[in-house]
């Protein structure tokens, strides 16, 4: 069964270091997003992307953070200047926007680590 | 701003008891999702609602939507130990790439 992959699993980086997370979505779907869930807490949507561009964010989705699909499989996203506070556990999803369902299918996660 | 609610936040139950978990919404929305999360783990779709009245079944676990109400439901019927996770409804709406705005989770650990 097709699923979306992340990785790497686990990153642990200094404050101020640029990550990068990436994702493999499904290969049929259009529509990718992230979100986050900080330890403990509920799931927040970050940005969602659509035909090369983004088409929503939030308000946590800051000039700190991009997203990127250089190429035909992954999609990424970018953490210029990470701050203690951007710990947590980065979901990716992808959809294939259909009449009667677009469910969001997740990843497995990248845990970030800033210290 | 949209707010989805969950009650309750933690749920202890024991096996072959029958709960529900309550999902209240505050702005209208037409579709209303079901995850469930086990620990250190990704989310997994259990449930789509898509209209009013809408309920969708798979074994013991049964999910409702009330658009009116602004509220779903989950229902859990005669609980196994396997379904201790946690659970996240997440209201979304019909559009290109339409965000999730998921509820605050409850807890479920079902005891022998």
């Known amino acids: 069964e097709p699923e979306v992959t992340q990785t790497p699993s686990h990153q642990v980086t200094q404050m101020g270091q640029e990550v990068i997370l990436r994702c493999v979505p499904i290969?049929?779907?259009?529509?990718f997003y992230w979100y986050r869930q900080i330890l403990g807490q509920k799931v927040e949507f970050l940005v969602s992307?659509?035909?090369?561009?983004?088409?929503?964010k939030s308000e946590i989705f800051d000039d700190q953070f991009s997203v990127e699909r250089p190429d035909g499989s992954n999609f990424t996203l970018k953490i210029r200047s990470t701050k203690l506070e951007d710990s947590a556990m980065y979901f990716c999803?992808?959809?294939?926007?259909?009449?009667?369902?677009?469910?969001?299918?997740f990843g497995p996660g990248t845990r970030l680590t800033v210290l | 701003e949209l707010k989805v609610e969950q009650n309750p936040l933690f749920l202890s139950m024991q096996e072959g008891k029958n709960y529900t978990i309550y999902c209240n919404y505050s702005t209208t929305s037409d579709r209303l999702y079901w995850y469930r999360q086990d620990p250190g783990k990704s989310l997994e779709s259990l449930f789509v609602l898509l209209s009013n009245g809408a309920v969708k079944q798979e074994g013991r676990l049964m999910a409702s939507l009330d658009t009116k109400a602004r509220l779903s439901t989950l229902h859990i019927t005669a609980a196994v130990h396997d379904l201790s996770a946690t659970y996240f409804c997440a209201v979304g709406n019909t559009g290109t790439a339409s965000k999730l705005t998921f509820g605050t989770g409850t807890r479920l650990q079902v005891t022998l």
């Open positions: 290969s049929n779907h259009l529509y």
């Open positions: 999803a992808s959809s294939e926007l259909l009449p009667n369902t677009d469910t969001q299918y």
């Open positions: 992307f659509y035909n090369n561009e983004i088409s929503e």
